[in-house]
C-alpha cells in the first residue's frame, strides 16, 4: 500500500523528490467565455472532477475550435488550482470520457512522466489527506477564494516506488476498495428509498 506520508525516509524501493522531477509539464486551460449551449468544445470545469474521476454532466463550451495542444490526452491529470478552500486541490484523470474536450483556465493539466509516475498513482497520492493539508498550506488566499500556484505545488515532496508494476499494484488495490466504496453507496441509497417509501405507506 502507499507508505506513510509521516516518514522521515522512502520506504524501501521507493524513491522521494519534488513533484517537478516526475511531473515535467504543467499547462493552462482555455480562458475564454463559455456557453451552456452544447454547440463546440466541451470544456471541463472544477464541478467535473468528482473522487478523482471526470464526470461530463453539466458541461460548457467554446464556440469553435480550441487549439490542439489544448486538447485532453488519455492519462492527462486534472487539478483545480482556484477555488474555495474546501474545493482547491480537487483532481481527476481523464480518460477519454468524451471524444474530444479541453478543461478551464481555473484547471492546470499535469503531465506525469509515465516512465517514472503512472498517473493514476498521481491522482491517488493527491487526493492523500495529508497532501490535501499541504496543498491548502502553500495557497494564497484572495477575495473568496484561495489560489495554488503551480510552482508550488511541484515542489512538494513525493514519495514513489521505483518499481512501475508496484505502483500499479497500488491502484488496483485503491481502484478494488474504491469499487467496493462505490456499490456501498449504491445499496444505501436504495435503503433510503426504500425506507422513505415506507413511511410514506405506514405514516
Known sequence: ???SLASTKPAPGFVRGPLKDFVPVVE??????????????????MNNLRDGRVVVDDLRYLRGRVDSHLLLRHGDVLFNRTNSIDHVGKSALWQGELPEAS???????????KQKLLPEYLVQWLQHPLIRQRIR????????????????????????????????????????????????????AKLAALKSGLISDLL
Open 28 to 45: 493552462y486551460g482555455v480562458s475564454e467565455a463559455l456557453s451552456g449551449e452544447p454547440s463546440g468544445t466541451p470544456i471541463l470545469r
Open 103 to 113: 478543461f478551464a483556465s481555473y484547471l492546470v493539466r499535469l503531465v506525469p512522466d
Open 137 to 188: 498550506a502553500i495557497a494564497t488566499v484572495a477575495v473568496q477564494q484561495v489560489n495554488v500556484n503551480p510552482t508550488r505545488l511541484r515542489e512538494i515532496e513525493i514519495d514513489v516506488p521505483e518499481d512501475l508494476s508496484v505502483q500499479r499494484k497500488i491502484i488496483d488495490v485503491l481502484a478494488a476498495v474504491d469499487k467496493r466504496i462505490e456499490v456501498q453507496h449504491q445499496e444505501l
Open 1 to 3: 500500500m502507499m507508505q
